[in-house]
């Protein structure tokens, strides 16, 4: 405060240049934490979107009966999907099934791969059907 004969008149235009800059530096701050919160919020939300892809995609593979060693791939809007059936070499009637969803967010590629191994029943594999 400023002084002029003994009254106090108001703040000088330092004091005021100094309030504004620290204010600046708060909001930006906290717009800085919020900025960073909807971007983790949005990656998190991406990440349970090809999850549930990657999920229903690898459902659908294991109840396609009978299993057989293939490979398909597609996309669901900005989300690319691929599942991959392989028969085991040592043990037949065996396959690994993978399930890998990418997208891209912030400028980098991003995956979630989601695996199971299942066994073919004998009598599927066979053509015989159980009564």
Same mark, same amino acid.
Request: proline content about 1%; aromatic content about 8%.
């Given at each position: 405060?400023?002084?002029?004969?003994?009254?106090s008149t108001?703040?000088?235009?330092?004091e005021?240049m100094?309030?504004l800059?620290?204010?600046?530096g708060?909001?930006?701050?906290?717009?800085?934490?919020? $900025?960073n919160?909807?971007?983790?919020?949005?990656?998190?939300?991406?990440?349970?979107?090809a999850? #549930?892809?990657?999920?229903?995609?690898?459902?659908?593979?294991?109840?396609?009966?009978?299993?057989?060693?293939?490979r398909?791939?597609g996309d669901?809007g900005?989300? %690319?999907?691929?599942?991959?059936?392989?028969?085991?070499?040592?043990?037949?009637?065996?396959? %690994?099934?993978?399930?890998i *969803?990418?997208? *891209?967010?912030?400028?980098? $590629?991003r #995956? *979630?791969?989601?695996?199971?191994?299942?066994?073919?029943?004998?009598?599927?594999?066979?053509?015989?059907?159980?009564?």
């Amino acid at each position: 405060m400023c002084a002029w004969f003994g009254i106090s008149t108001g703040f000088t235009l330092l004091e005021v240049m100094v309030a504004l800059a620290v204010l600046a530096g708060g909001l930006s701050a906290v717009l800085s934490v919020f $900025s960073n919160a909807a971007w983790s919020t949005g990656l998190a939300s991406d990440y349970g979107r090809a999850r #549930d892809l990657a999920e229903s995609r690898l459902v659908l593979a294991v109840t396609n009966h009978p299993l057989q060693a293939t490979r398909e791939d597609g996309d669901d809007g900005r989300f %690319h999907w691929r599942i991959e059936v392989s028969e085991d070499s040592r043990q037949k009637a065996l396959f %690994h099934i993978v399930s890998i *969803v990418s997208f *891209v967010r912030g400028g980098q $590629s991003r #995956d *979630v791969r989601l695996e199971t191994w299942e066994a073919q029943r004998i009598l599927e594999r066979q053509g015989l059907k159980e009564s």
